[in-house]
């Protein structure tokens, strides 16, 4: 079996195809026995059941003692199988599990001549360390193994939670497989975090017992007295929700149909690059998906983060305290932190609050700040960081206020904050303030909840503070006058002098930092540096005449040129190594990458090296860079610019 990987990324999820010799399975896929109808796939007991020979059919061999007794039931040609199940193998505890493991490693290399090991779909115990599969998978890589199962019981607990830890601790091009009680509500966040396959029998077991499935509940048909509309065809068409014993087929067709409804709509929000609120919104139905969520975030977070994209053009809605770790939302704090250096000799620090629009400057709130800053300090504004306020992001710096994904980000705006918002904030607040001098002076013309944060923040914070406004709206006529009186006192106290606006050069340089790391800006716009275009559109950065980068409101981000990308060689990140000298159309495929930083993230501006050692070309990642060197086919890299 291979994975054939599309474009495309929304966390661990993506789409694909699965070869397995002369059946192509379209990924994401619902998998079911032979009993259930419209699967993209099925599983059967050789010797007991026949496969219907429509799609993809998995073996799926009982127990024995014998692996020459497997061999005698098993088939002849390239259709995949699913390791035996061990007796109680669910049960068992973690001093078993790698023995069981073992075993089934055991069994297949005894039947090495009779199946090729790439058929093979690993069973891994739940009990199963992390550690312990991360130590035996170079000898399943070696074997041939490219896909493995693992058992879910429905209750989304421990077991489930240590099922998604061994899952990222796979290679990016096995196939992953949700074995079990997969009920519909456990599609967004399955899904979300890489599992390809998914095993729908609950379909026909909750209909066995008379249960119709909805996508966040079940209703007891024999028990209901007022049934839920639907409009299916099998309830509409069958009077099914007029009887308290309804048949069995038609009630299992409405369950397979709302399985198949929520697999569409994942990979419809995967595809808007929204995977991620629709996981969000999930939680709410179930208190163990909030939990487990949360768990997922702390306890897998590098895993996740790989493949959440550094770019976007969607909105990114974020609800509520499970938004508040999201990959894309903690990695903008830590790449601020890391990344980020505030511009030299700004002695005032101007605090203020977000607001429903992005990028806060298109705001009508903004406007009026920008209005009063203009009437208090003229061109001496360039002495002053303004620093906006925000909750789940932290705080962000003017100039990166256009980058993903604090431009598309939306939250509900109430003023008022919960107590773990105020502490992200605040802790965001000093790490931020400690990068400017302690001579400086933070005007924080903020109220209600924005100042709670700065005040909760004021022991960490070294610099003088002063709040122009009390618990009025910071866009009142006479809070903007006090701030304006206040910048005016300031410019008089630190003696401001007046020069050329610095918005571009700062929005370029800070967003390099931002994409490659500190010092990237400095390198890429040194010498006879000049820029044109507009904030809110396109900035083109030039030195001595020959452009180095474009800088693309649209997206947030930076695109380089090659001699833009000759300056970042230095940095030694972002590097995609090239097996040959040239390259030829417009895409690098994963085939032809003999190494990559494991820094790429989909949507990373990247930089080409060839077999020489020269810069052969630039682009835009589509994969992680961990992917780039596990795969052996998908496009990598989308090609800006080469040699010719």
């Known amino acids: ?29 619902l998998m079911g026995p032979t009993t259930i109808p419209n699967t993209d796939c099925e599983y059967y007991v050789p010797g007991r059941d026949s496969p219907s020979n429509n799609g993809l059919s998995i073996a799926a061999p009982t127990f024995v003692s014998s692996a020459n007794t497997i ?43 009779g199946t090729s090991p790439d058929n093979w779909i690993l069973r891994v115990p739940g009990s199963l360390h992390h550690q312990e599969l991360k130590i035996l998978t170079p000898e399943l890589q070696e074997m041939g193994i490219r ?65 119709r499935l909805w ?43 709302i399985y198949r409804s929520k697999l569409s709509e994942a990979v419809h929000f995967y595809s808007k690059g929204q995977l991620r609120w629709l996981v969000e919104g999930s939680t709410h139905s179930r208190p163990a998906l909030a939990a487990l969520l949360r768990q997922v975030d702390y306890h897998a977070y590098d895993f996740i983060e790989e493949f959440t994209p550094t770019v976007g053009d969607q909105p990114q809605p974020l609800i509520g305290p499970e938004s508040y770790n999201a990959p894309a939302i903690r990695r903008y704090r830590e790449r601020l932190v890391e990344r980020y250096s505030p511009p030299q000799d700004c002695q005032v620090v101007l605090l203020l609050p977000c607001s429903a629009r992005k990028p806060y400057s298109d705001s009508r709130s903004h406007r009026r700040f920008d209005r009063s800053i203009e009437r208090a300090l003229g061109s001496k504004r360039k002495n002053v960081a303004e620093v906006i306020m925000s909750s789940p992001i932290g705080i962000v710096p003017r100039a990166l206020e256009r980058v993903f994904p604090v431009k598309n980000y939306d939250i509900p705006v109430t003023g008022s904050w919960d107590a773990e918002e105020i502490e992200i904030a605040a802790s965001a607040l000093s790490t931020h303030l400690a990068k400017f001098p302690e001579s400086a002076t933070v005007v924080a013309h903020v109220s209600g909840g924005y100042q709670e944060v700065v005040q909760d923040a004021e022991d960490d914070i070294s610099q003088s503070i002063i709040y122009t406004i009390d618990d009025v709206s910071a866009t009142r006529k006479s809070s903007l006058e006090s701030l304006e009186e206040v910048l005016l006192d300031l410019a008089d106290v630190y003696a401001l002098r007046g020069g050329t606006p610095t918005l571009l050069e700062n929005t370029v340089s800070a967003t390099l930092d931002f994409q490659f790391g500190t010092g990237a800006g400095k390198l890429v716009t040194s010498g006879n540096v000049s820029y044109r275009g507009k904030v809110y559109g396109n900035i083109v950065c030039e030195v001595d005449d020959v452009q180095m980068c474009t800088f693309v409101s649209q997206i947030g981000n ?17 590097q995609v190594h090239f097996d040959g000298d040239k390259l030829r159309g417009g895409s690098l495929f994963a085939v032809g990458i003999s190494e990559a930083d494991s820094i790429i993230r989909p949507g990373d501006e990247v930089l080409i090296i060839g077999r020489d050692g020269d810069l052969i070309a630039v682009g835009k990642s589509e994969m992680s860079g961990a992917e780039m060197c596990d795969f052996d086919n998908g496009m990598a890299i989308n090609i800006r610019h080469s040699r010719s």
């Not at 291979?2 to 896929?29: F, N």
């Not at 007796?87 to 005894?110: F, V």
């Not at 599992?195 to 209909?207: M, N, Q, V």
């Open 71 to 113: 061999a005698l039931d098993l088939p002849k040609d390239e259709e995949p199988i699913l390791s035996p199940l061990f007796p109680a193998m669910s049960t068992l505890g973690k001093e078993a599990s790698r023995i069981l493991l073992e075993e089934q490693i055991s069994r297949l290399r005894d039947l090495q001549d």
């Open 558 to 574: 930076v695109s380089l040129t090659l001699e833009g990308g000759e300056r970042l060689l230095s940095l030694d990140r972002y």
């Open 147 to 211: 896909a493995v199962s693992f058992l879910f019981d429905g209750n989304l607990g421990p077991t489930s939670l240590q099922n998604l830890r061994l899952r990222s601790m796979l290679p990016r091009n096995w196939t992953a497989i949700a074995l079990g009680c997969i009920k519909p509500d456990m599609f967004p966040i399955l899904y979300y975090f890489g599992f390809d396959i998914f095993d729908i029998a609950y379909a026909e077991h909750a209909a066995s017992r008379n249960i």
């Open 215 to 257: 996508s966040y509940h079940e209703e007891n048909m024999s028990k209901e007295s007022h049934p839920i509309y639907c409009s299916c065809r099998w309830c509409a068409e069958t009077g099914l929700v007029n009887t308290k014993h309804p048949d069995m087929t038609e009630l299992m067709h409405h369950n397979v149909g």
């Open 1 to 29: 079996m291979q994975y054939m990987i599309e474009r495309g990324h929304s966390g661990p999820a993506r789409v694909g195809h699965l070869r397995s010799g002369k059946s192509k399975l379209k990924l994401p896929a």
